[in-house]
């Protein structure tokens, strides 16, 4: 079972003492996320490890999980999306960011302040994750709208007024 985790962190302080953070924080937690989605039901769970650079520098790095609700936007129903992300983070400060070459696949991130809510930054990390589009493979809408237009070529056969209309003939 996960364990829920802390709502304040000190990233750099976990990255000087290389811990590992895993566990769940629910979706219904976040504030920007939910107006991505079609309900906030679930957790985003994490894996993450926060440890230094060869030059000292904080990182975070680690997967992330989360089922999202989202909407088709082919169909406009909601569909079940599962985040799945690689999470690879550098805290850097404004002046680093300007001056340091980054490590290559990290994302540097600056910090307003030296504890910082571990909701909002998974949050960060989820919204960034988001596709642009999401689509079903198969829209359940289109598969019966599809399924309509092969019958129309048998629609004599299998439309149950045409029983009605022989029977009008027939009369
Ligand atoms: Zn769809």
């Known amino acids: 079972m996960l364990k829920d985790l ?3 962190i000190e990233p750099k302080q976990l990255a000087l003492e290389t811990r590992h953070l ?28 926060f440890a230094q650079d060869e030059k000292g520098r ?12 989202v909407l088709c936007q082919r169909c406009l129903q909601p ?16 002046e680093q960011i300007e001056n340091e070459k980054l490590p290559v696949g990290y994302e540097a991130i600056t910090l307003t302040s030296t504890q910082v ?4 930054l998974v949050e960060d990390e989820l919204i960034l994750a988001l596709p642009i589009v999401t689509m079903h493979k198969k829209c359940p809408s289109n598969e019966f709208q ?8 048998n629609t004599y056969k299998n439309n ?5 209309s022989e029977l009008k003939i027939k009369k």
């Open 6 to 8: 802390p709502t304040l």
């Open 22 to 49: 895993k566990g769940k924080i629910a979706l219904a937690q976040m504030t920007r996320l939910p107006g991505n989605l079609c309900d906030v039901q679930g957790d985003a769970q994490i894996d993450w490890l």
């Open 58 to 69: 904080p990182t975070i790095q680690g997967d992330m999980q989360a089922p999202l609700s």
């Open 79 to 94: 569909m079940r999306w599962v985040c799945n992300t690689k999470v690879a983070l550098i805290i850097l400060t404004d």
């Open 117 to 120: 809510s571990l909701i909002r």
């Open 146 to 153: 599809l399924a309509e237009s092969l019958l129309e070529n």
């Open 160 to 164: 149950p007024f045409n029983v009605l």
